[in-house]
């Protein structure tokens, strides 16, 4: 059982940046690929990033490339979500997520078995 805990939301101005940190419970995450999701209130689940459990980078969302990047630190089982320029509409509660060991990453909710409580982030105009 792989348990994850979000951390570093916060409360952030139109612009600015904020990296949110993403620890895993077993030493062997470097085996599972991640994604990054996002909840605004009243909607459903967006898809943000991801990365591969090779550490290669994965697909992300539309309407956060060029401003959102995912990366990895195996030897200490986490993994981050930078965010730079954000956006109000960027507000919501993130998660993130990992797949079976040594699966593929994907877009799809349905595609990863665990998933972390959340962290908000609000981005004010």
């Known amino acids: 059982q792989v348990q994850l805990v979000e951390s570093g939301g916060g409360l952030v101005q139109t612009g600015g940046s904020l990296r949110l940190s993403c620890a895993a419970s077993?030493?062997?995450?470097?085996?599972?690929?991640v994604g990054w999701f996002r909840q605004a209130p009243g909607k459903e689940r967006e898809f943000v990033g991801s990365?591969?459990?090779?550490?290669?980078?994965?697909p992300y969302g539309d309407s956060v490339k060029g401003r959102f990047a995912v990366s990895r630190d195996n030897a200490n089982n986490m993994v981050f979500l930078h965010m730079n320029n954000l956006r109000p509409e960027d507000t919501g509660v993130y998660y993130c997520?990992?797949?079976?060991?040594?699966?593929?990453?994907?877009?799809?909710?349905?595609?990863?078995?665990?998933w972390g409580q959340g962290t908000q982030v609000t981005v004010s105009s």
């Open positions: 997520a990992a797949t079976r060991p040594f699966g593929a990453v994907s877009t799809a909710t349905e595609d990863y078995i665990y």
């Open positions: 077993v030493r062997t995450f470097s085996t599972y690929s």
């Open positions: 990365i591969r459990w090779s550490a290669g980078s994965g």
